[in-house]
């Protein structure tokens, strides 16, 4: 059931009238009973596209796996809680442990030999759950919390199942905090006028990042990646700056609906987004990119690193110990980012991905350590813009990997290597100009009125979305998306309106094959 579906949208309608409306002990079984639902219809639409032995088995898999976290998390919680603080650990680092190991089966069992061995059994290939990164990272971060005190535990199963199953998050996140939302699940909840404004406005937002400017600028890039061989240089470089494009409002255009469905219900879901490509540098970057996970990793990761005796390390413990107290920060920085790439994907263009975070962190810190940190007042705009063009330009290139680490199983480096060879051929803007129109075309419509229509629709959505994102950079220091449209003069808010209002039909028209087969690709889906 996709965000973007007219069936998310009757689905989320008669979740909240129900949850709102019904008496505040029944509200959390009501959200409960939702998120199940939203999560069996996943299962039960994915055995449909490949009914058999093997697709039931691994629609039960996911389904006993869910079951399985959910009471673990919520026993391990309630008997940590009952432990003295200092006896918590041993506790802990095994539950964190065991969470790890499940999650790394679903992710790295199809590299291993065994799909081999067991071909043609049920375990051939094993499905990668949906949303199971964000609920192991959200399910991990609670049991820290709870175990370091900063948290309590939650009583009630279904309490701590809505915390990991909510049907807004699971899927791609935002990874929730459970000291944030479980005590809000203790509240009850009634209709709220501004409050549901503000939420319609936010998901309106979203949708129409994700269907008018992600989708349709997907057509092309996936047009264009399919076929690496066959385009030139400047083609194969637009068709990266589109994909960071996509990748951003996409994934940031989920993650506001998400936390409008949120909202529309009365819970406050964190923000995953914001501005990054306003950033100049990359600490600024990953501090409104993916903030959910970047945070996550900051806290849990970074933080226990940063403070491990250095002395336990295994096999190097006394040496290391001889030189460090702790670990040195810029490991630590570059442990955390190069660890991010191994959660995005299995593949080996993930792993580079992930080096290259880790490197232009740590490049950053020496930078820094070596010539101080930069000014942050009286900086001459032109400095400002140039930093952000470089921070974009490193951001862009690393881009190459992630996206054909999220192609079909069967790309790897090899497609790597394609598209660099292809950096090296065709630089003429004749060919360019034929192949971009020849990429509408095969990815959209085949129509010279339709493609260029494509063209003025693309400039169209990035115009609305960069004017959104500049007011709430500039002008609105970074406060809510939501508020940031609502803060526009009245003219100007209508026309926002109106422009929300067509673009999300169009791009709607677009995704369903009005005018082609539409955009299927989901960045963040099943992570």
Known sequence: MSFQNF??????????????????????????????????????????????????????LSAALVCFTVLFVHCTANALAVRP????GGLVRSAVIALLAVLAVFKYYNLSPLPTLLAGTVLEKLPLPLGISFFTFAAIGYLVDVARGDCEAEPKLANTAVFLLFFATVASGPICRGGKLLPQLHKEHRFDETRTVNALRLFALGLFRRVAVADVLGLVVNEVFANLTGYGAPMLLLALVLYTLQLYFEFGGYSDMARATGLLLGLELPENFKTPFFATNFSGFWSRWH??????????????????????????GKNLAKKYEHFPVEFC?????????????????????????????????????????????????????????????????????????????????ADCGRYFAGLCRGWGPGRFAAELWGAIGAGFYANAIMQLAWLAFVVFGLAVCFYLDGQRFFHFKDKPSELVLAGQK??????????????????????????GAGAGFGAYANF
């Not at 909240?16 to 639902?37: G, M």
Request: positive net charge; hydrophobic residues 50%; charged residues 15%.
């Open 291 to 316: 903030i959910s996970l970047s945070s996550w990793l900051q806290d849990y990761l970074f933080m226990t690193l940063a403070w491990a005796d250095v002395a336990k390390t295994p096999l190097l």
């Open 333 to 413: 920085v570059f442990t955390v980012f190069f660890t991010s790439g191994f959660w995005h994907g299995n593949t080996l263009p993930f792993v580079i991905w992930g080096l290259l975070q880790g490197v232009y962190r740590v490049g950053e810190e020496l930078l820094h350590r070596r010539f101080g940190k930069p000014k942050r007042k009286g900086v001459p705009q032109y400095k400002l813009w140039a930093k952000r063009a470089a921070v974009f330009g490193l951001w862009t290139f690393s881009m190459i990997f992630f996206r054909i680490g999220s192609g079909p199983d069967t790309a790897g480096l």
């Open 85 to 88: 603080k200092e006896q918590r």
């Open 7 to 60: 069936s998310f949208f009757l689905f989320v309608l008669l979740a909240a009238v129900c949850y709102l409306k019904a008496p505040h002990k029944a509200q959390t079984p009501v959200l409960l009973a939702a998120s199940v639902f939203f999560y069996g219809y996943n299962l039960y639409t994915s055995y449909i596209a490949a009914p058999g032995a093997a697709a039931a088995f691994r629609c039960a």
């Open 490 to 515: 009245p003219l100007v808010k209508w026309l926002l309106y109106y422009a929300l209002v067509l673009g999300i039909l169009v791009g709607l028209i677009i995704q369903n094959g009005g005018f």
